[in-house]
């Protein structure tokens, strides 16, 4: 397994959007998703969601593509002896029967590699995600400026 280093602070989820939008999938429910502004060039970006299950069964994020970037993958951020590393998480995240689970700065998130084209706060980037029972389900990543938690702290749209 692929592990990558980042030599920065940890970005905290930071809470309270501004805009609220919300897609279901089956017995899923996906608030807002939601990226960063990326410079044009910028090597990577990374998505953040919400993923609700309302059904009795426990469903899996398998997959994620984009016609915004090259590659998609689902990643975990974790502090490893203070510093953060990620690792691209193969067999996707479970999305347990009544759970919720969020994809937020600092832990799992979807990652871009190879932006297509740079990010504006405003624009929309679209997000194709595949669910094991839910099937697949094409979301609108709204883009913000969200300050990192911490002043020092470096978003996620980190370099490899
Ligand atoms: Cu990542």
Do not use: C
């Amino acid at each position: 397994m692929r592990r990558l280093l980042l030599a920065t602070a940890v970005a905290l989820a930071a809470s309270g959007a501004a805009l609220a939008h919300e897609y279901a999938a089956g017995a899923l429910r996906i608030d807002h998703p939601w990226t960063r502004p990326t410079a044009a060039g910028a090597p990577t970006a990374a998505g953040y969601m919400e993923i609700t299950n309302t059904g009795r069964t426990a469903d899996r994020l398998v997959s994620a593509s984009s016609a915004h970037a090259a590659r998609v993958e689902i990643h975990q951020s974790s502090m490893e002896g203070g510093m953060m590393r990620m690792k691209a998480l193969p067999q996707g995240v479970e999305i347990p029967a009544g759970g919720k689970v969020s994809l937020a700065p600092g832990g799992l998130h979807i990652m871009f590699f190879g932006p297509k084209a740079a990010v504006a706060s405003g624009d929309r980037i679209p997000l194709t995600l595949t669910f094991a029972k839910a099937g697949k389900v094409t979301v609108q990543l709204a883009a913000e400026s969200r300050p990192p938690a911490k002043p020092a702290a470096m978003p996620e749209t980190h370099r490899h």
